[in-house]
């Protein structure tokens, strides 16, 4: 187990006065089998109202208003989050159980292509490809390796919407493509997936205590019998160094923020990650 310490600040900066803006964070996790949340605060300044909940995938929401002239808006996250080994292996499921209707209804969501997601016929090929011969679970990891070989990790390449089609075409992209290709790929071969958003602590080793520059990261999760997160970009297992915040369909299910805002034009956004590992 590792316990880890995130500290997400956002803050937008106007060109003048905004008179009023309303948001929907996702930057709070939750606790299940993969980690267990010790604290978690979200604090707005300035904010008139806000109210929690938890949306249709599970994720913790935090819906603001301001209705004050403002200059600035800071959104800081704070979590303590106990992260568990990943779970053993359970045996898959055969390929003739995941095309069963059992299996097709209770996920269709997450078998469904969206704009976003859907893999050009060259990659439903290869996944095909890929997946011969091999269970559930292996095939999803071998497509997974084999996107992540044809793909540079280019910083800035893309923007969170970019289709997985465009960043295929380019061979490069960052998370969120890694992420949106293989989960149209896994799909594409009857494998119900989903996409991942959270934090990876980026130092393998580090000293308890030491805080380090994070990042928000993207990776995704596959469902053969049970559900077994992987990191495409990194090549592995999602594990103990990975902090669930949000899960969906794509990126638009899972936006750290997205709202509305009236007034003028944003003149600076600043956003800072830092994860301390406490044990």
């Known amino acids: 187990m590792t316990r880890l310490r995130v500290v997400h600040t956002t803050t937008f900066r106007y060109a003048g006065a905004v008179t009023a803006s309303f948001n ?16 978690a605060t979200l604090d707005v300044a300035p904010c008139t109202w806000r109210h929690d909940y938890r949306d249709y995938w599970g994720t ?37 159980d995941l095309r069963g209707t059992q299996v097709t209804d209770r996920f269709a969501e ?10 050009p016929a060259e990659v439903v090929a290869l996944a095909a490809d890929a997946a011969r011969g091999l269970g559930p679970s292996r095939a999803a990891e ?54 991942v958003s959270g934090y990876l602590h980026p130092a393998r080793g580090a000293e308890p205590g030491q805080t380090v520059t994070g990042e928000s990261h993207a990776w995704v999760e596959w469902w053969a019998g049970q559900w077994t997160g992987f990191d495409p970009t990194n090549r592995g297992p999602a594990g103990e160094h990975h902090v669930v915040i949000a899960r969906g369909r794509e990126y ?7 709202g509305i ?13 830092h994860i301390t590992q406490e044990a």
């Open 252 to 258: 638009q299910d899972v936006a750290p923020l997205r």
């Open 261 to 273: 805002y009236a007034g003028t034009s944003t003149d600076a956004l600043d956003v800072q990650v």
């Open 60 to 96: 913790a929401v935090t819906a603001f208003e301001v209705s004050t002239p403002h200059p600035t808006l800071t959104i800081t996250a704070g979590s303590r989050v106990d992260v568990h080994p990943p779970r053993a292996a359970a045996p898959d499921l055969g390929w003739d």
């Open 142 to 195: 071998a497509i997974c390796l084999l996107l992540r070989d044809e793909l540079d990790y280019v910083p800035g390449a893309t923007a969170v919407h970019t289709p997985a089609a465009e960043a295929w075409d380019a061979r490069t992209g960052v998370c969120q493509d890694m992420a949106h290709l293989a989960v149209g790929a896994l799909r594409s071969v009857g494998i119900p997936a989903r996409y």
């Open 110 to 119: 997450l078998l469904a292509d969206t704009p976003t997601t859907a893999a």
């Open 24 to 39: 929907e964070a996702r930057l709070t996790p939750v606790s299940d089998h993969g980690q267990t949340v010790l604290t």
